[in-house]
């Protein structure tokens, strides 16, 4: 399997940006694919974006948020912009194989003035 780490929330005001990023450690040659999911109080948790080899998004966060990642530091990012209220949540980021799935231990993002 692998290790996920977060790292990069905290507290911004609506309309600003947050930078996450997820460190990857392991079997990262089994990963078939990464995502970013959120979950907020009283919520279930959903996907905000995924990449393959192609990226996809939630509507909700679609010309907002862009997911990317830098294989040399095995690293996955979630880049957000414009951020609102709603965009508050705990932030987990996932990676799967064709056998398993692993989620980091979650980072908080509060969107407040």
């Known amino acids: 399997q692998v290790q996920l780490v977060e790292s990069g929330g905290g507290l911004v005001q609506p309309g600003g940006s947050l930078r996450l990023s997820c460190a990857v450690s392991?079997?990262?040659?089994?990963?078939?694919?990464m995502g970013w999911y959120r979950q907020a109080p009283g919520k279930e948790r959903e996907l905000v974006a995924g990449?393959?080899?192609?990226?996809n998004y939630a509507d909700s966060v679609k010309g907002r948020f862009t997911i990317s990642r830098d294989n040399a530091k095995n690293t996955v990012y979630l880049q957000m912009n414009s951020l609102k209220p709603e965009d508050t949540a705990v932030y987990y980021c996932?990676?799967?194989?064709?056998?398993?799935?692993?989620w980091g231990q979650g980072t908080q993002v509060t969107v407040s003035s």
């Open positions: 990449i393959t080899s192609r990226t």
């Open positions: 996932n990676a799967r194989s064709t056998y398993w799935s692993a």
């Open positions: 392991g079997s990262i040659f089994s990963i078939n694919a």
